[in-house]
């Protein structure tokens, strides 16, 4: 449920920034620094030719398809969906590191939404594991 | 079949998170914008008429229903955050869109000893057509030139990266033969009652206000809104 819950909240910072990026929002709420502009207008805001948020958008929304999916009555006993969770998020977590990395060290500026949106796949990557291992426990029983 | 009684109050908060979210995102994306107070705002500026001819550098196309002109100085701060932040927006979204032709005047500040050169570095770029690079290398960096003794040879090295043909670059500032380029832009500014910088100027009227691209994109909503009429208000003859 609690991976259901950020995916959501991590699917709609996404959008945000992708809405943004996109020319749809005239401009983003960050405290008035720039910080997110100048991330978001960086080169590295577009990666293979896709802007990076889109990938959040398409990650988060797998994320909460397959959490919404692992909690149906066929599934929820299953191991399947938390593993399958436990990888994507794993591979989110990754790229946020490395989107970070860009953000401290090349481009010289922190985006507030960035870092909310790294700190939620670092807790669903958290939960997933969590869950992980609360199977093994009820197996081990 | 009915899902259980917590699943049931889970998918509701689920709900809830989404319309709450989608709303928030949604008011941004409507909102209204200063398109009403614009109107207001350039009826009671003070007419600011730059003059014709080939002031400053301009960007975007002729036919463009708006017009901005900057007046700007390069060791000014608030310049150099506008450059950085707002004006690429501007630039993407606006001017290679053909709303919007943007003008911008040099304005050297007395008390900034370092402007001039800068000003003159940008001025002999821009005789290679490569003023809005140079414009861009010397506000993003403005720290190593703006305080050093010899701020020529940081401008220089600009130049350099540019791949500006360096003879013809030397020559220029060497000669100050692009000075009266700046030199006008600063005389039309004293003539308009510009004091300060950054200063805007809308279809021939004074700006009161430091502008962000959202100001910059209601002014031009407001007065070219897309797929309708411009309707620039009073604004006086220009080219």
């Not at chain 1, 929820?76 to 946020?96: D, I, M, N, Q």
């Amino acid at each position: 449920m609690a991976v259901a819950v950020l995916a959501l909240l991590g699917l709609l910072v996404s959008t945000y920034l992708l809405l943004f990026k996109l020319g749809v929002l005239g401009s983003i709420a960050c405290g008035g620094s720039g910080s997110c502009e100048r991330v978001a207008n960086s080169s590295w805001a577009v990666f293979l030719g896709i802007p990076v948020a889109a990938y959040g958008v398409a990650g988060y929304l797998v994320l909460l398809v397959v959490a919404l999916a692992g909690l149906g009555e066929r599934l929820l006993a299953r191991p399947e969906p938390t593993r399958l969770l436990a990888v994507l998020s794993g591979l989110g977590v990754a790229f946020a590191v490395y989107l970070t990395y860009l953000e401290l060290a090349v481009i010289h500026a922190v985006c507030r939404w960035c870092v909310v949106s790294a700190v939620l796949i670092t807790a669903i990557c958290a939960a997933s594991l969590a869950g992980l291992r609360a199977f093994r426990t009820d197996r081990a029983r | 079949m009915a899902a259980p009684r917590p699943m049931r109050i889970f998918y509701s908060a689920l709900g809830v998170i989404l319309v709450i979210g989608a709303f928030l995102i949604v008011r941004q994306v409507q909102r209204p914008g200063r398109s009403g107070s614009v109107t207001q705002t350039l009826q009671t500026a003070p007419l600011a008429p730059v003059s014709a001819g080939s002031l400053g550098h301009a960007l975007g196309s002729d036919s463009a229903p708006v017009e901005i002109v900057e007046f700007a100085d390069f060791e000014c701060g608030a310049c150099a955050r506008f450059a950085i932040i707002q004006f690429p927006l501007v630039r993407e979204r606006l001017i290679a869109t053909g709303r919007l032709k943007w003008r911008f005047m040099h304005f050297p500040l007395q008390g900034h000893a370092n402007s001039p050169a800068a000003h003159l570095a940008a001025a002999c770029a821009g005789e290679q057509s490569r003023f809005w690079e140079m414009m861009d290398l010397i506000l993003t960096r403005q720290n190593d030139w703006a305080f050093e003794r010899r701020p020529q040879r940081p401008l220089r090295d600009f130049a350099r990266s540019l791949g500006l043909d360096l003879d013809r670059y030397d020559s220029c500032v060497e000669t100050g033969r692009a000075q009266p380029t700046v030199d006008a832009d600063y005389a039309e500014g004293e003539r308009l009652g510009v004091n300060q910088t950054p200063t805007f100027i809308v279809n021939g009227r004074m700006w009161p206000d430091v502008l962000d691209y959202d100001g910059v994109k209601a002014i031009v909503d407001s007065l070219a809104p897309v797929g309708g009429a411009a309707t620039a208000p009073a604004a006086p003859a220009r080219r």
